[in-house]
């Protein structure tokens, strides 16, 4: 069994930083890519940033040049280094893991339980 686990989540004032951390455990044999998600209520969930296992990124346009995703595989964990946050960044961020358990297992995708983040202008 798999489980992501978030932390990092709060509430900020426009233009402070924050940076959230998801770490995986459980059966794990490789995890692929990792990234980032949000959603606001009665919206869909957006990608906000990936990391494939090969070190590549991509950002959705409103966050490039602010938010970066990194990872420690050493440690199952990926991270989304969040400044000069906006109020239009306020969600519930979600992280999201490729997952094999097995060498002969095909990967599948794994959610975190979501942490929420709010910035007041």
């Known amino acids: 069994q798999v489980q992501l686990v978030e932390f990092g989540g709060g509430q900020v004032q426009a233009g402070e930083s924050l940076r959230l951390s998801c770490t995986a455990s459980?059966?794990?044999?490789?995890?692929?890519?990792m990234a980032w998600y949000r959603q606001v209520p009665g919206k869909q969930r957006d990608l906000v940033a990936t990391?494939?296992?090969?070190?590549?990124?991509n950002y959705r346009e409103s966050v490039k040049g602010r938010f970066t995703v990194s990872r420690d595989n050493a440690k199952n964990t990926v991270y989304l280094q969040m400044s000069s946050l906006k109020p239009e960044d306020t969600a519930s961020y979600y992280c999201?893991?490729?997952?094999?358990?097995?060498?002969?297992?095909?990967?599948?995708?794994?959610w975190g339980q979501g942490t929420r983040v709010t910035v007041s202008s």
């Open positions: 999201y893991a490729g997952i094999s358990i097995g060498r002969y297992t095909g990967s599948r995708g794994y």
């Open positions: 459980g059966t794990i044999f490789s995890i692929n890519t």
């Open positions: 990391l494939d296992s090969g070190g590549n990124t």
